[in-house]
């Protein structure tokens, strides 16, 4: 199984990038907004949360489905972190959340997989609130 850790450390990078260059403090006329040039490459290559991730099925390591990618978290240290993975409901509704770390999901012939999880594994994790 091919791991997921380039998709996620490229995310972070992007995460990571878009804070050191919005880190500084920015002063009327003098601010470039954007990418350089050099980073483009990097920007384009990447993946992308919308399109690549969020949403996407999350299948066990023998094609079951376990759930479904709702949300990513970056934490303050600009790290994309945890999953939050969506289990369970119809159509949204009583769905159970739970936040998984981004190191233990892997990438198989496109599809994001969660090596030894079932539906009921992950709706036996305390589930994922959100703070207020």
């Known amino acids: 199984m091919k791991s997921t850790h380039s998709l996620w450390t490229a995310c972070a990078a992007f ?7 919005g880190a ?9 907004i ?6 483009v490459k990097a920007v384009a290559v990447g993946w992308s949360a919308r399109k690549q991730i ?4 999350v299948y066990n390591e023998t094609g ?3 759930g479904k990618v709702d949300d990513l978290i970056v934490t ?14 119809f159509l ?3 769905r159970h959340h739970v936040a998984i770390p981004v190191s233990l999901l892997g990438l ?12 009921a594994a992950i709706k036996d994790l305390p589930p994922f609130d959100y703070a207020d």
């Open 15 to 21: 995460f990571l990038f878009a804070a050191q260059t």
């Open 24 to 32: 500084q403090a920015q002063v009327a006329g003098t601010t470039t």
């Open 34 to 39: 954007g990418v350089a040039a050099l980073q």
């Open 54 to 57: 969020l949403g996407r099925t």
């Open 64 to 66: 079951e489905t376990v």
């Open 76 to 89: 303050p240290d600009d790290a994309v972190s945890f999953a939050i993975i969506g289990v369970g409901g």
């Open 92 to 94: 949204g509704v009583k």
């Open 108 to 119: 198989r012939a496109g599809e994001l997989v969660l090596a030894g999880a079932t539906k």
